[in-house]
């Protein structure tokens, strides 16, 4: 095999497929990240170690801003490279949906990142339309208002055009259109309405039902015959300025795009006909992210490039309008999985490991002369390659046999225990003659599921990678340092959370699914970081509070001028405390119930005065505490004493 090197970690975790560009293997064996283009990149465990050393404890959510702005520069690139080789004669403006993150931070980077170009906002909910409205400062900042929609929250998004704003009300279920008209005679503010299509051509990959007879969203073409009709009665024709349609997120293949735009751009050029005030096609959202690094159409990656995406959507709106004589609209598109999803790593530190043992050349004396445990252990002695499927086949029959013979009542729980390693020893070892059969059997698959390593994580699968549980969405992952050697573990990943389905046993492979991560065997006295990359799309806000494990800490880094890493901002993961209040726990309420129960025990003699003092200063603290573990290793301590969580700052050194 020779010597393992960074090349080689490189091609086992496939990251110059997924990385975009953006992360590598450094010289030293760690994943560095480059935020920045025009600056050197960063080393990414340097940038975790320093957030330990500060008190910042795993697991960390670390999001690059810098990214953000290179995934929005690259969208704008590609979309006027093909405005300039079609001759397009419209213009172009990205807009990001505030649903797929809609922390803070990331929509005042993402709003940063237009660099000049401008950049309108989508909000699909009231809350989302709350938010934008006061932190959506552009002049004239193209407002899409899409998803269920009451009448305050039309006679709100009216109203913002008096701050300013450009809202868009897009009609998404055929009685919004009444409540716009009455909100709008209401506020005294002619509205600008758009139409969602729901177009018939469905998209590719796990969201293909986006679309079709049965979506969700969107008008028949039916119904926006009528509503244009019900305009024009009321005089209120002109008031149609965009056409807009979605296809599903993450459309996988380049030809279900194409289709739906041949559909989309002939509604935009009859819808032309009938409303020549129409000036926007909104193309929605659907680019896609290459999860897998495979660049296929498989649900987890795509067939394209963003360049040849933005030249079809260009393309056949360019075609469409020519032939029929329409002016080229401005497109819109609504991209926000492919702005996000690269910016966000999670990282996470292995706690504890549950290995597969490693088989010894004779197995130790029975604890008693079975008969069945004798026949065991001359299997286990005379395994070979020649035999190992006869053996594999008497080895399921006798783990059969122990395990009725224990229920019964007729063997020991040590000569079960006995059986059970034993068992496991001599699988190992067949999984290992396997590899050297010409023709591996069926049966043996069951082998790989059987003899995984078991790497315990600081980190909730339910708060921080939800669609990897729900969907089964793949995710990067790979650890973060030590990839100057090989990793022989094979192993799946279990989370903190006392729930079974709470693991990641699923990985990114060329070829479709992996069932294992290959991973560096665990040293109790040294941290090891395992990263989960492209989080950044969805997961914050999908997250729940499977066992109270809340928001990780999330920290902001920038490349400096001198090409050095620079934490820029620190949001505090939730307290056990905040935690607590969501689920209707006060802390308040939680205190006075302590000190009631303390001065009982203390009246009672089973608690000391001074354990008192002890237990109710631990059980302040706690509250006030991460709601993950601070794990100790010897490179690594923690006490009592140690800041449990960072301090909340805008700017850090």
Known sequence: MGVWDITKSTEQYRIDGWGAGFFKVNERGNVEVLPDANRPPIDLHNIVEDLVRRGVKPPHLIRFDGILRQRAQGVYNSFHKAIAECDYRGNYTLTYPVKVNQQRQVVESIKRAANGHGIGLEVGSKPELLAVLATHDLPNGLLLCNGYKDYQFIELALMSSKLGLRPIITVEQFY???????????????????????????????????????????????????????????????????????MGSQITSINAIKKGMREASRVYTELYRMCPSIEF?????????????????????????????????????????????????????????????????????????????????????????????????????????????????????????????????????????????????????????????????????????????????????????LDHWAIEQLFPIMPIHRLTTEPTRRAVIADLTCDSDGKIDKFIDLHGVRRHLDLHPFKPDQPYYIGIFLVGAYQECLGNLHNLFGDTNAVHVEVDDSGQARITSIVEGDTIKEVLGYVQYSGDDLLNGIHTLIDRAVHSGTMSAEESAKFMSRYKESLSGYTYLLWETSNNPVTSEAPATPTKVANVG
């Not at 409540?179 to 600008?192: D, L, Q, Y």
């Not at 309405?193 to 051509?201: A, H, K, Q, W, Y």
């Not at 029929?324 to 497109?331: K, M, R």
């Open 176 to 246: 919004e259109l009444d409540t716009i008209i009455r909100a709008s005679e209401a506020v005294g503010v002619v509205p600008e309405i758009g139409l969602r299509m729901n177009p018939s051509n469905r998209g590719a990959g796990r969201w293909a039902g986006s679309a079709g007879e049965n979506a969700k969203f969107g008008l028949a073409l039916y119904e926006i015959v009528e509503a244009i009709k019900q305009l024009k009665a009321r005089g209120l024709e002109n008031c149609v300025k965009l056409l807009h349609f979605h």
């Open 281 to 465: 096609l909104d193309v929605g959202g659907g680019l896609g992210v290459d999860y897998d690094g495979s660049r296929t159409n498989f649900e987890s990656s795509m067939n394209y490039t963003t360049d040849q995406y933005a030249r079809d959507v260009v393309w056949e709106i360019t075609t469409a309008c020519d032939e029929s004589g329409t002016p080229h609209p401005n497109i819109i598109s609504e991209s926000g999985r492919a702005l996000t999803a690269h910016h966000a790593v999670l990282i996470t530190e292995v706690m504890d490991v549950a290995e597969v043992p490693e088989p010894p050349a004779t197995l130790e004396a029975a604890p008693t002369d079975d008969d069945k445990l004798r026949e065991l252990n001359l299997l286990y002695r005379d395994l070979s390659l020649k035999n190992c499927h006869e053996t594999f086949n008497d080895a399921q029959a006798l783990r059969d046999e122990f395990l009725q013979r224990f229920i019964q009542g007729n063997i020991t729980l040590e000569e079960r225990a006995y059986a059970e390693r034993a068992l496991r020893f001599l699988f190992t070892r067949i999984n290992t003659l396997k590899k050297e059969l010409k023709h591996v059997p069926e049966d043996f698959e069951t082998l790989e599921g059987m003899l995984k390593d078991t790497y315990f994580c600081n980190f909730s699968v339910f708060q921080s990678i």
